[in-house]
């Protein structure tokens, strides 16, 4: 919900470029000697539709903030999930370096005998 | 939603703010582009001499696509205000998005104990044929 919010926003800033960009073409092609009247047409509707757009796209944005936004900061937080988590996988490290010592010293016993083995024949 | 709520007067003036600013910057990118294309139109008759004409044209042009690219900076710096607003005061979603996390570390932890508990069912079987071993050899 957040980040369709925020790329609404996004979206609105690229629509501002797109606005700016309509009016530089307007200009340049204004600036020619004989500006094509279609062309300029094309960018003004472009121009006007984007300003609407990014006027509404805001004011909606402005209208959401003021139904939700309270005056308190917010105090949620993930600690206690992120804490019960970190010491499950602490856990589970612990229980890999034990089963680890296991191994070695099951392989350590393993090769001793061998080697006794060896030497009785 | 047409509830009534009072917000703190800070918030209540910078979201009024944020219109303000909203409205100012579209009038002025729209105006400006107006009056420029305005200024475009060659007069055939001009109270000072046309070089003199065409330099305050050219000046006031400048000064109007100036505040046209003002103004969309400035309604760039809104989006970033309002971006950093609805971060910060948006609280549906931070809820939602911390409840999510906190499903997610759970769900996590839950499958690690859970994989931690048929390890030790499985090691403890081993384990009493390794004791039964360990206590019956010289070892002990």
New interface residues.
């Given amino acids: 919900?957040?980040n369709e919010?925020?790329k609404a926003?996004e979206d609105?800033?690229k629509e501002?470029?797109s606005?700016?960009q309509c009016?530089g073409n307007?200009?340049l092609e204004?600036?020619k000697d004989k500006p094509n009247g279609s062309f300029l047409d094309r960018q003004l509707v472009q121009?006007q539709t984007s300003?609407n757009r990014?006027?509404n796209e805001?004011?909606s944005?402005?209208r959401?903030?003021?139904?939700?936004?309270?005056?308190q900061?917010?105090e949620?937080?993930?600690y206690s999930?992120?804490k019960?988590?970190q010491?499950?996988?602490n856990?589970?490290e612990y229980?890999k370096v034990k089963?680890g010592e296991l191994g070695r010293t099951c392989e350590v016993m393993l090769e001793q005998q061998q080697q006794q083995q060896q030497q009785q024949t | 939603m047409t509830t009534q709520r009072v917000l703190p007067q800070s918030k209540e003036t910078l979201l009024q703010n944020y219109n303000k600013r909203l409205k100012d910057d579209i009038k002025s990118i729209l105006d400006n582009l107006t009056e420029i294309v305005k200024t475009a139109k060659i007069e055939d008759e001009t109270q000072v001499s046309r070089a003199t004409q065409a330099e305050q044209d050219h000046y006031e042009m400048h000064v109007r696509a100036a505040n046209i690219v003002r103004a969309g900076e400035s309604l760039m710096k809104l989006v970033s205000d309002l971006k950093q607003f609805l971060i910060l005061n948006d609280f549906p979603s931070v809820n939602e998005a911390i409840n999510l996390q906190n499903q997610q570390l759970r769900s996590l932890q839950e499958e690690c104990d859970k994989k931690l508990t048929s390890l030790r069912d499985e090691i403890a079987v081993d384990l009493y044929e390794l004791e039964e071993e360990y206590y019956s050899s010289r070892y002990k």
């Fill in positions: 919900m957040a919010r925020l926003l609105t800033e501002i470029a606005v700016l009016a307007i200009v204004l600036s121009f300003v990014v006027e805001l004011t944005q402005i959401y903030l003021t139904q939700v936004a309270t005056g900061p917010h949620g937080s993930t999930a992120r019960d988590c010491m499950a996988l856990r589970a229980a089963l």
